[in-house]
């Protein structure tokens, strides 16, 4: 087994890694993560916000989708349902790139793994939920969204750069 650096391996191994990683990151957020947005969720929250956050919301995935299919068939959007089974689609597809990106920089820039991938997670957070979405208008400023929001997409984060590197590790191994 040839353990030298090689890019191609590494964003292999990367790939599948950010893949297994936005798996586990959803299943984070549907279950730990709304414990989690509870318990930060401060008490002073009226009756109307918890209604408003109980409609379902578009999220910047199912947004991308829409904006996807709509640039590809000259103007043509998804329905709400459509949306709603592209737009983890859209999640896992950007999750395996940025995996794909850190396998390949963690072969050549040792420093990328530190913290056994949450480092990547927090720069992917930083970069893509509060800076990102917004620029992109795909959501709202960081100040406009509820901090336990926040606070949960952070932890999410958190786990999908330990697991993206966890799996990176096994399989840059057998590669």
Do not use: C
């Not at 109307?48 to 904006?67: F, G, I, R, S």
């Not at 480092?119 to 901090?147: M, N």
């Not at 330990?162 to 057998?174: G, K, N, P, Q, V």
């Amino acid at each position: 087994m040839d353990k030298r650096r090689h890019l191609l391996r590494g964003a292999i191994a990367g790939a599948a890694g950010g893949m297994l990683a936005s798996w586990i990151m959803n299943s984070f957020i549907a279950g730990p993560g709304k414990k989690l947005e509870q318990a930060v969720q401060y008490a002073g929250q009226n009756q109307q916000d918890q209604k408003a956050d109980e409609m379902p919301k578009q999220d910047a995935t199912m947004k991308v989708a829409d904006t996807v299919v709509s640039t590809a068939t000259g103007g043509l959007h998804l329905s709400w349902e459509a949306r709603e089974k592209a737009g983890p689609v859209v999640h896992y597809a950007f999750g395996s790139l940025m995996g794909a990106f850190y396998g390949a920089l963690a072969e050549y820039w040792p420093g990328v793994r530190s913290g056994f991938g949450t480092t990547f997670g927090s720069a992917l957070f930083t970069g893509a939920d509060l800076i990102g979405v917004p620029v992109l208008q795909l959501g709202p400023p960081p100040a406009e969204q509820p901090k336990a929001e926040l606070a949960t997409h952070l932890s999410a984060h958190l786990v999908y750069g330990l697991t993206t590197e966890f799996a990176r590790r096994i399989l840059r191994s057998a590669l």
